[in-house]
């Protein structure tokens, strides 16, 4: 039960969740502390938006792609920008790589921002942008879309009625929590037991610490499954109150007014990655469980092992990945093949991505695969 269930639930917090809350809040308190600038300076330089973008995706994590999806889905950024940033992340695979040899996740990295910078500005430089026409339909500038009567309008990709509802902290949640706890924001909790839960996760992911001495010490708890599981199971709370949508950015929080409606928001991207990413490690635990698969099984060689790790990339989220990077580390697959992959996959940030604008994710998706082969090829004649 606890291998089988408890540990991909608590591994989805701490090894990816607390991670992306973080970064999605640093980008969110930089969004606050100096308003627009932040956002106008790529709108004023859209030159610049792939540099940006490379430079977002290829930090570890998928907090700097992500925080890109609504811009994009804004019209802030242009689709050059979020090219850019899904071929240069490795989304949550960064931290298997630099657990394992932090220079050589340098090396691998810097391969990603260029391969992401170049990729960027050659879509740029041909126009291609398929949410060009969406943005044409709609109204002029300060002109509000029509809304159904007593419902303010929400900007494109938020549902009208989670944006008046002004995110998933209000009645919803708490008739979730069946008024258990009627005075506890669930942003509240969620940064609760995150704050706890980062200080636990980086020292055991990093391999600073002992997992087996932090449970001695707590007279046989264990922290990381304990915070792991506690932190999911709020994140689940959160994207069920919100009925399983990820409001991008409403009014409120495109121009935040305060510190806790950054927090707030955070809460809600970071648990909706959360949710997706424990469904993907519950399913790959019960496949390898029940079936003895675990990747090893696939032709992961020569060019057909580029082509196959560049497919394995078209899979949302960071789960399936960080398995196929795990296979590198353990030395079950060569590099091109890797590389391929980490180009090819974009993290999670596809996933606010599809739901936002599904046929830009569609196209961006397939974009990386191309760049992803290409260079994983190159190696393969290089090496």
């Not at 390898?288 to 698969?293: A, E, L, P, Q």
Request: proline share 6%; with cysteine; aromatic share 8%.
């Amino acid at each position: 039960m606890t291998e089988l269930v408890l540990r991909p639930l608590a591994d989805a917090f701490m090894q990816v969740g607390v991670y992306v809350a973080v970064m999605v809040a640093l980008f969110g308190w930089l969004r606050w502390r100096y308003g627009d600038r932040v956002t106008d300076g790529l709108t004023r330089r859209r030159r610049l938006g792939p540099l940006v973008g490379a430079l977002l995706g290829v930090s570890p994590g998928c907090g700097g792609a992500i925080i890109l999806m609504p811009l994009y889905a804004r019209g802030k950024v242009s689709f050059g920008t979020v090219i850019a940033a899904l071929a240069a992340t490795m989304g949550d695979s960064s931290w298997v790589v630099i657990a394992w040899n932090p220079l050589f996740a340098l090396q691998i990295h810097l391969l990603l921002f260029a391969v992401g910078l170049v990729t960027g500005y050659v879509v740029d430089a041909l126009g291609i942008d398929p949410a060009r026409a969406v943005r044409r339909r709609r109204p002029p500038a300060g002109v509000p879309a029509a809304a159904p009567a007593g419902l303010a309008a929400a900007p494109a990709g938020v549902p009208a009625g989670l944006a008046a509802a002004g995110g998933p902290d209000l009645a919803g949640t708490r008739r979730l929590l069946g008024g258990l706890l009627p005075r506890v924001p669930a942003s509240t909790a969620f940064w609760g037991l995150t704050t706890p839960a980062f200080l636990v996760s980086v020292p055991v992911v990093f391999q600073l610490v002992d997992p087996g001495a932090l449970t001695d010490r707590l007279g046989g708890v264990d922290p990381y499954l304990a915070l792991g599981v506690l932190g999911t199971l709020t994140a689940m709370l959160i994207f069920a109150a919100g009925r399983g949508r990820l409001a991008d950015d409403t009014l409120e929080t495109a121009q935040a007014r305060s510190f806790r409606e950054t927090l707030r928001h955070s809460a809600h991207e970071a648990s909706f990655v959360t949710v997706w990413v424990a469904v993907a490690y519950l399913a790959w635990q019960v496949i390898t469980t029940s079936t003895g698969f675990d990747g090893s099984e696939l032709a992961l060689t020569g060019l057909l092992g580029v082509l196959v790790g560049a497919a394995i990339g078209l899979i949302p989220g960071c789960a399936v990945q960080i398995v196929f990077t795990g296979l590198y580390v353990s030395g079950g697959l060569p590099l091109p093949t890797l590389v391929a992959n980490a180009i090819s996959q974009d993290g999670d940030a596809l996933i606010p991505l599809a739901a936002m604008r599904r046929h830009s994710a569609a196209l961006a998706t397939v974009i990386t695969t191309i760049p992803a082969a290409a260079v994983g090829a190159a190696l393969l004649l290089l090496l």
